[in-house]
């Protein structure tokens, strides 16, 4: 026995009171612009993002609907959720607070405390670095992974080094090993 299916979930009615249309007024706009960058949940990008790749199009909101900011793109989208036109929370300004921290934080290059005087990967570029290692290697934990990632470093030390001076090797061959 087939279930009945409700017409109105195939097609949502963009006008309901899940919904708000557009135009939107400036108090609006501000608060649409701010969950956007909240990162509290996705935000809403382009349903273009194909034609271009190097822009991830997340929208950003006017008073006649949202836009893709990439070049020529013209993606529009005429509603919104209406939580996020709301003043922000009290626990959400909190949580918008700490975000902005936590990426200042992020942002400040500090050194890695492996090798510090020669480590290829600097400040930011060692934290990335460290991260996706960390990531593809999760079973490791411990005084087994601080380890393990030392001797990751030396290695690209090394490879960079050799990497550096290959020139010399091409000019030199004697300095190639065999």
Known sequence: ??????PAIL???YTGPSFIAVPWTDDQVDN????????LVHPFTCGRREQHPDDPGVLVAA??????PAAGCGYRQTWAH????????????ERERNM???RAIAARPRPCLLHEDIHPDYGLECMRAFVKWRAERRHLVGRPAREAYALAVEQRILDNLVRRHAPARLINPALSSK
């Open 32 to 39: 649409l612009n701010r969950h956007q960058r909240a990162g």
């Open 1 to 6: 026995m087939a279930l009945p299916v409700n």
């Open 11 to 13: 097609t949502p009615d």
């Open 82 to 93: 209406p939580f996020m036109a709301a003043p922000p929370t009290p626990a959400m300004a």
């Open 63 to 68: 008073w006649n609907g949202w836009h893709c």
């Open 100 to 102: 902005a921290e936590m």
